[in-house]
């Protein structure tokens, strides 16, 4: 999350290193994020995975594939307001429509931000997080500092996102779990009147979906 420093790799000589087979075993590495960088370097070791290629899939469905779902679903909400209502009052079913189903979405819930009431998403337990719409979730989603700061003060933490409201906007915190999980709806961009859903889907980032930021304006867009 912007303002907040997290673990990374360091170097370290070779007798103070920890190996990843010790790390993998270890009673005290207890963060998965270690774990699992433990694994991926035994097995890169041993030559049984390729760490680019394995980057480049993750970046893959981190920012090309899940989020790309989601674009096409809020676009259809903004162009077609007999599909918007439907997603608002079945998002599961309403997405399904669309070919976006699967594991990790089979209980979706969709809130649309208003010009009054802006929403965003955490889980606070761990990362519940809609996969088949929104990808893989960023680090910073699962990170603690996001998911025990937005819930005591999510105003600070939207404008660490550069999301500046009006203090008179409501801000709601939904809390997505095994049961459910949450996709924002956000705001139509003035001055898309006209635009086709593709040129729509365009304006619509992953962020936007979690609700940490809004849409982009046709001149902001990639």
Request: some cysteine; proline content about 8%.
């Amino acid at each position: 999350m912007p303002g907040h420093h997290y673990p990374h790799d360091h170097d370290h000589g070779p007798e103070g290193d920890i190996s990843a087979e010790e790390m993998l075993t270890s009673i005290d590495a207890v963060d998965i994020g270690v774990r699992v960088k433990a694994l991926e370097e035994l097995l890169a070791r041993k030559g049984l995975i390729d760490p680019q290629a394995l980057d480049a899939v993750v970046d893959y469905y981190e920012h090309k594939v899940g989020p790309r779902n989601g674009a096409r679903v809020v676009a259809r909400a903004w162009a077609d307001p007999a599909y918007k209502q439907r997603l608002l009052t079945d998002a599961t079913a309403a997405i399904a429509e669309l070919g976006f189903s699967g594991a990790q979405g089979e209980h979706m819930v969709v809130i649309e931000n208003t010009e009054s009431v802006h929403n965003l998403v955490v889980c606070t337990l761990c990362s519940c997080y809609p996969w088949p719409v929104l990808g893989l979730p960023p680090v910073w989603y699962k990170s603690m500092p996001y998911r025990s700061r937005v819930v005591r003060d999510p105003r600070s933490v939207l404008e660490e996102f550069g999301t500046f409201l009006p203090e008179t906007t409501e801000i709601r915190v939904w809390d997505s779990n095994s049961e459910i999980r949450y996709m924002i709806l956000p705001r139509r961009p003035p001055g898309t009147e006209g635009l086709s859903e593709d040129a729509l889907a365009a304006l619509v980032t992953r962020d936007s979906m979690i609700g940490v930021s809004e849409a982009l304006t046709p001149g902001g867009a990639a």
